[in-house]
């Protein structure tokens, strides 16, 4: 995917006077949050499980070489493959590879960013291999040729009278007249649509939640079911995961998924949580021919060891979209890249470069709230002052701004000449604005009082009066 | 009960305080003078330094922090009127000096010291009820520093609760930012006013004369797009209110009266 994080203030300007997506993102508004509350107030381990898993993560992590060379071994000796791919293209490439080994004509694809970050459907469709998106939302906005605007709600912009067009656009063998009123229809329309292609596939893609060291599993939740029929209908099932998605144990799958799902959507559980263990043996009834997992690194190696590797603990919940007043300002797309939200503003600059998308990691107000919520006590904003700190040393930030900073530093470092500049600034401010009360403009103040009005200073500083004070009071 | 220990008090003015609203600055010696301290004004502060610190400028930042560190020594507290600022220097001050182990018990010694106004007053000092009056409706923004860093959400409506004449209508959504953020209000104005935009409208539908919260950024912001609205909200500082100052002090913005 090609990024526009460079873009991300023309990209913003576009998302909020669009009316369409700002309904669908007032729509989704709380939905998310009141879930995600009624979930953890009936469970009052909440907080011991998030250590419990931050825990277990955070050891995964120091010992990441062992416990993916142990999740090789046991995949392979369950019948399976283990692809190490330092790039997308790499990644890329291994899929290709085995889709053109078996001669596959068309995959079906369960829910995965990782694919969204490695570009695959593209890649597949430019070497004839026809994928097909199976989760409801990956379907329809395959339908609409456009990326994913939340990881994992896709469709989360769309309102449903955008979804009945698409459909009637590409479902071209039904009535055209033909009613689609709701999501209940719809979905209904697109099961009947999938049915055969399920059928068809030759190859199955799915994403991880979860590699299982101890076993050599990978993990999908789901709510639709389509990871299901994905994965055991086909020739081969190649799962595509990052190499930060191994745990040790299924025991600690069992605890991180306890935070999952209510992170999410606020469900206790998924619907589905489907565990694959290598293809299908003598004994099974079905099963895929084939179990391949497609172990991406795409830069994440280089964040161990560094101030960023926290992010790694990353479950890909979405609670911090789902909390963050800035995405639910201008929804995902005006982020430019996969990963948008607090997670792809500390994520993105790692993978893609501080260069192309500097700005996410500096819209943010710092609220905070993100952290609050991150089952994984991710320090999001934390990080994104990390990012930002790079971003001044390399001189990235935009000059004018650079220099207000080191006009306003120069002078705050300077008390005595401080505190004589700000008595000036207030009584000269105080006597221009004293009338109406406030500014409506204001040189160099523009950021601020294009939006809104300054409030008048009081016309003299505190330091001022209060050293008046102290002089009566000794008199 | 108040606190019957004697306590030396700086106050960390805060800059906006300082320049925009020092009616706030002798609001909280009023308070603090009541909550049974001594207060002083060291001459040395300007800013925490929040804005070279969260704009990545580590060298501009941490200058700042040591002239507070040393403008603050000897206190038996350190108290802004203001949750942002006192997060910097109590959650902010000893990452930064993390890495510079001769910095490190001189930072821990002035987190520990530091408080937001209100919280001091409740937690610190023990005060239950303040002697104030202030006849309306008024609305309360948890601001977000002040929320998340330093837990300030009960203590101010416990003390809002003891002023006479007055009703607390709570503001729905109100530990949701306002879209202030330091800089990036100016850097984002337009993410910002979407985001302030939102909060006017939660304000308004209360029904509340008057907006309170604890922290300057958020209530310059808040009120300057209230205004921009022609809407005739009162927006306070919340110390205003608790320090019976709210008869004599104009509320943010308002026009001189003649």
Known sequence: MLATSHNFKSNVHDALVDATLQKALGMMKTGFQVKRAQAFAKLPEFEDLREAAKAIKNHTLEHLDFYLETFERNVVARGGQVHWCRTPAEARETVLGICRRLGAKTVTKGKSMIAEEIALNDYLEANNVVPVETDLGEYIIQLRKEPPSHIIAPAVHLVKEQVADAFRAHHTDLDPGRALPDARTMCDEARMELRPKFLAADVGITGANFLIAETGTSVIVTNEGNGDLTQTLTKAHIALASLEKVVPTLEDTATILRLLARSATGQEFSTYTTLSTGPRRAEDTDGPGEYHVVLLDNGRSAMLGTEFQDMLRCIRCAACLNHCPVYSAVGGHAYGWVYPGPMGSVLTPSLIGVEEAGNLPNASTFCGRCESVCPMKIPLPRMMRHWREREYEKKLSPAPYRTGLSVWAFFARRPALYHVMTDIATRVLGFFGRRHGRFRTLPLANGWTQVRDLPTPEGRSFQSLWAERQRKKAA | ?258
């Open chain 2, 1 to 258: 009960m108040v606190s019957d220990q004697p306590a030396r008090v700086g106050l960390f003015v805060t800059c906006l305080v300082d320049l925009f609203r020092p009616s706030v600055g002798f609001a909280a010696v009023k308070l603090l003078e009541e909550a049974g301290c001594t207060v002083e004004v060291p001459r040395l502060q300007t800013c925490c330094g929040q804005p070279a610190y969260n704009s990545g400028d580590k060298a501009d930042a941490k200058a700042l922090a040591r002239q507070v560190i040393d403008a603050f020594e000897g206190f038996d507290y350190v108290v802004a009127p203001s949750g942002s600022c006192a997060g910097q220097i109590r959650s902010h001050y000893p990452e930064m000096f993390a890495d510079e182990p001769a910095m490190a018990q001189r930072v821990q010694h002035l987190a520990k010291r530091t408080y937001e106004l209100v919280s001091f007053l409740v937690d610190v000092r023990g005060m239950e009820h303040v002697v104030a009056r202030c006849a309306g409706v008024v609305t309360y923004h948890d601001s977000c520093s002040g929320l998340r860093e330093l837990g300030v959400k009960q203590q101010p409506r416990q003390l809002l609760a003891s002023v006479d004449g007055l009703t607390l209508k709570e503001l729905p959504g109100a530990e949701i930012c306002c879209g202030f953020g330091g800089t990036f209000c100016i850097k984002y104005p337009e993410i910002s006013d979407r985001m302030v935009s939102d909060k006017a409208a939660d304000i308004l539908a209360t029904g509340a004369d008057t907006l309170l919260a604890g922290d300057m950024g958020c209530l310059l912001n808040m009120a300057g797009k209230l205004q921009r609205q022609g809407k005739e909200v009162a927006v306070r500082h919340v110390a205003e209110v608790l320090a019976d100052m709210a008869d004599e002090v104009a509320p943010m913005g308002a026009p001189e009266k003649r």
